[in-house]
Each structure stands twice: as C-alpha cells, then as structure tokens.
T-cell receptor, first 115, second 113 residues
Framework: GESVGLHLPTLSVQEGDNSIINCAYS??????FIWYKQESGKGPQFIID?????DKRQGQRVTVLLNKTVKHLSLQIAATQPGDSAVYFC??????????????FGQGTILTVHP | AAGVIQSPRHLIKEKRETATLKCYPI?????VYWYQQGPGQDPQFLIS???????DKGSIPDRFSAQQFSDYHSELNMSSLELGDSALYFC????????????FGPGTRLTVT
C-alpha cells in the first residue's frame, strides 16, 4: 500500500472504549497479514499476525479479522488505554519463497486515546 | 528480553559522502531485513539476508549495498548520499521460518545535508 505522506488517517477514542483500525490489502497471494504498532521515535512493534487461511485470531486485548473476499483486515483493541496511542500499520508478507519475508506495509492509522 | 540493536542511532552526513549502518539481530535469529521509512510514510523494504545470503531485494538503490556476517549481524553501506536518502532506517530480525514475526530495532535516523 501507499501512504499519503503526513496525512494519515486518524482515530480518536476515549480511554476504556474499544478501537477498530481498518486496512485494505492488495496481494491475494500473501500468506500472512500482520499488525504493527509504532510509537514516535521507535521501531514498529509486532502485535499480532494471522494466516491467510484464518478469518479471526485473538491475542491479549487484540483481535484481528481477515476478510479475503473484500481484501480487508481489521485490528480491534479492547478497553483502549492511553499507552495504546501510536501509529498502527498493517503489513502483508511476500508471495512465498525467498520473498516471503518481504513485508509490504499499508497506510498507517494514528490512534489517539484520551484519558 | 534482548532486542535488535542498531548503531548509530543518529547520523548526519553531507551529500556525496558514505555511511555505514549496523544491525545486531536478536540472538538465534538468522534472518535480517532492512527497511527505509520517510517522514509520515510506511516502512519500505530494502533487502533481506538469511544465513548470510541475500534472500530478497526491494527498492534499494544501486548506491546501497548490504551484507550479513558470520555472527549474523548486518551492515548497510550507503554511498554517494543524496538529500532524498534522509530517513529512518530500520533493521528487523526473525527466526527461521517465522518471517511473519519480524522484530524491529530502534532505527538509525540519517540526515543528509
């Protein structure tokens, strides 16, 4: 995917609310889809991944949903906390073989959690 | 837990100079990836190495080269630097067969003046 530079989508929520961050992906051949969290001045932090043969996977306070029909991925964060404020990126792995680890990132979403 | 280490964290170079960025993967991770991230942009894949061999190549300029050494650390060499090379450069590492779980370092912020 391509970002739009400094004009990233934003999501503002109140502490304790549930957050849903969406992403559209392009490559139907990707084997895994991944969500990363990036705080200011830091590297992307792995949150959760989902294999292409699944449609839902749950982690601690997070759930990832995959809809292959419409090439849509979402990240749900339960009971959002101020520490969840960051830029969230979806990413997809390469088509396989030696390109498997080549992550293609989607446009980030800025999540702001208000106390 | 040990994380990916990158050095230096900040680097300022002039146009046409060279720069070397270093990456030390998480212990027992044998695969290293390099990404470039411009301001407000998503990370762009540059190159990756598995067991000291180049495994894939992305949008890496010919002026850049990289290698992975016997201790699995990696270096990204950048020559004839241009203003457009100013960016954050991230290294990530993963264990064998788990390329979907890449762990990123803190990045090197390169500024070319």
């Amino acid at each position: 995917g391509e970002s739009v530079g400094l004009h990233l989508p934003t999501l503002s929520v109140q502490e304790g609310d549930n957050s849903i961050i969406n992403c559209a992906y392009s490559n139907s051949a990707s084997d895994y889809f991944i969500w990363y969290k990036q705080e200011s001045g830091k590297g992307p932090q792995f949150i959760i991944d989902i294999r292409s043969n699944m449609d839902k996977r749950q982690g601690q306070r997070v759930t990832v949903l995959l809809n292959k029909t419409v090439k849509h991925l979402s990240l749900q964060i339960a009971a959002t906390q101020p520490g969840d404020s960051a830029v969230y990126f979806c990413a997809e792995t390469g088509p396989g073989g030696t390109s498997y680890g080549k992550l293609t990132f989607g446009q980030g979403t800025i999540l702001t959690v208000h106390p | 837990a040990a994380g990916v280490i990158q050095s230096p964290r900040h680097l300022i170079k002039e146009k046409r100079e060279t720069a070397t960025l270093k990456c030390y993967p998480i212990p027992r991770h044998d695969t290293v990836y390099w990404y470039q991230q411009g301001p407000g942009q998503d990370p762009q894949f540059l190159i990756s190495f598995y067991e000291k061999m180049q495994s894939d190549k992305g949008s890496i300029p010919d002026r850049f080269s990289a290698q992975q050494f016997s201790d699995y650390h990696s270096e990204l060499n950048m020559s004839s630097l241009e203003l457009g090379d100013s960016a954050l450069y991230f290294c990530a590492s993963s264990a064998t067969g788990v390329a979907s779980e890449q762990y990123f370092g803190p990045g090197t912020r390169l500024t070319v003046t």
